[in-house]
């Protein structure tokens, strides 16, 4: 399996979903049973307490377009878009690793 | 205020979409279900084993097209159900298997009976959910049968745990039944692109799917081909979408295909994939299925395009619309010079000949589907027979077939032609099993004698796992290991002993008459047919290998 290097490129896709306990068993459930790695995820619930936000940060491959297809059927996503490098869901958890 | 309990209220529920039967095994965790059913007008049809009640209801659901439901306790009766929905799954057929859990206090204590069913079936269901009180039932019962009909059709689990069912709840009205969405017809530009690639194709293919039969699409994957002279391939699960007999059919393809139709598909130059999903007993080894041809393919599942194949036109929606679009875009062609070159291949690479009477497995299955005419349902396990019945079956209709594809499960075969009878009681249905996979199941021959139900059990008995046999014969030099199926068992009698008449044809030297008297007599009836158990299934693409390498009958047994 290939391992992560410096130069891979990643990707932030985010979900809007079902606020229940299912939702992030239906979506990482869906990454390793498609064997898509991915790189760091984060959940957050949103403020009607209806919905959450999912935000996954996946390594930019060829078959990124098939897992948003994938994902975009799972029943408890509602919405899905990308954000190419410019997010900053990720960068304070990568600050507390780097103080060890 | 309409009140009932969390059970009364799925119970209601449930006849509210229309549902008649359902089959299921009562035990603690659905016992309040089982009393608010035994007070309903639906009828339940006690499987003997929860397996044998998910593929009754699958039978059910794959000769209505319509969602069917079961019903399981918690813990084993939830784990026996597994192997049917992830089944049901991948051949896409609609089911909502309702299982009970241990109450909700209990959830997570490893009580009696408790498994975490909804974590277990998350990978093989379309969705499922976990009801965690009685008024989410108004929602999630009426949404289990829309997600299970619309679109690609796939089970949907849904966990009841009992103090759910038990628990009062009042509501002002009820909801409407959940039903399949409205069928979406491809975007306009991609079938005008799909359609001159068709128009401009010299050696075009229909390459017709399982998803043709579950869209209802089959008159118009017929209509296309006839108006634009496209011969047309099946895969395993869209036989029956062309009659056998039909000039364009070239039956099925992939690994137990004919030779002839292969070799078309190696010289295609558009495939028009409808409903299939490109799977690899279909196309064998990917990089070399049909090389040269551009591939338009339409499928209601985004998800399936570019999966396998990158399409050149794709087409997302479903088929019956867009099938009517497209053949609006297309005037009627003639494609003499392609239809000769077919014909030259068939000539090269002629079918085995085929015997009138039952001398080969083939014969006996193709002579019993003649028999039983084209308005019989016919069910299938898994191995030679299944196979053989796919090549020689006279089919005639989609929905006609019912056979385990994408699973391959041994077992499917009797449960499922008792789901079938009972949807369709003016059919006549007939399981051709074999000695391995009926064993996986026998326990529903018990279910079929009590509902006194039209099947037929055909039982070719080669004393073995023949297309394990097979494999090792071809594969694993010779080395036959665990496949054997020596015990000498007693099939004839052990019928009896579930209460069905039985006819071993062994024993009437295979009398065509007799064979005939049996199949058209009312009821259960078991037919017991020996076969060689060195016979094999021809031809064979081995595992891995390009579609075009076929062994064949005359290279293989010379
Ligand atoms: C549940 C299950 N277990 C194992 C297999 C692997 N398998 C495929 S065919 C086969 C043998 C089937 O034997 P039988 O039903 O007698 O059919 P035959 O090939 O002899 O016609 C086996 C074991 C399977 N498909 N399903
Ligand atoms: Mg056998």
Known sequence: MKRESS??????LEL?????????????????????????????????????RIWLRVRDTARLDHLERQLRNLHDVHALCRQPGGDTVFSGFASRLSCG | MIKRTGATLTIELIERQGVTQLAGIPGGANLPLYD????????????????????????????SGEPAVCFATSGPGATNVLTALADARLDSIPLVCITGQVALPLIGTDAFQEVDIYGMSLPVCKHNFLVRSPEELLEV??????????????????????????APVRFGHWPAPGIAEAPRCAPAASISSAADAIAASRRPILYLGGGVVHGGGAQLARALAERCDLPAVMTLMALGVMPYDHPLSLGMLGMHGAEATNHALQRCDLLLAMGARFDDRATG???????????????????????IRRADHPLCGDVTPTLAALIDHLAPTSRTAWRDEIRALRATYPEPKRGRGMARPEDLVRTVGKIAGPDAVVTTDVGQHQMWAAQAWPF????????????GTM????????????????????CISGDGSLLMNIQEMAT????????KLVLLNNRAMGLVRQQQDLFYGGNRFASDLDAGTDFCTVARGFGWPVLDLARCGFDRERLQAELCAPGVRFIHAPIDGEARVYPMVPPGAANHHMLTENACEA
């Open chain 1, 7 to 12: 130069n891979d490129r990643f990707t932030v």
């Open chain 1, 16 to 52: 809007t979903v079902n606020h229940h306990a299912g939702t992030l068993s239906h979506v990482c459930g869906l990454l390793s049973r498609r064997r898509f790695d991915f790189d760091g995820i984060a959940c957050l619930p949103m403020a009607d307490g209806r919905r959450a």
């Open chain 2, 36 to 63: 608010a059913l035994s007070k309903s007008r639906i009828r339940h049809v006690l499987a003997r084993h929860e397996q044998g009640a998910a593929f009754v209801a699958q039978g059910m659901a794959r000769v």
């Open chain 2, 141 to 166: 019962i009426p949404a289990a049968f829309r997600i299970a009909a619309s679109g690609r059709p796939g089970p949907v689990l849904v966990d009841i745990p009992r103090d759910v069912q038990q």
């Open chain 2, 285 to 307: 080894k990917v990089a070399e299925f049909c090389p040269r041809a551009k591939v338009v393919h339409l499928d209601v599942d985004a998800s399936e395009l570019h999966k």
């Open chain 2, 396 to 407: 005639s209709r989609p929905r006609q077939w019912l056979t385990s594809g994408g699973l």
């Open chain 2, 411 to 430: 077992g499917f075969g009797l449960p499922a032609a008792i789901g079938a009878a009972l949807a369709e009681p003016d059919r006549r249905v007939i």
């Open chain 2, 448 to 455: 079929a004698a009590e509902l006194g139900l039209d099947i």
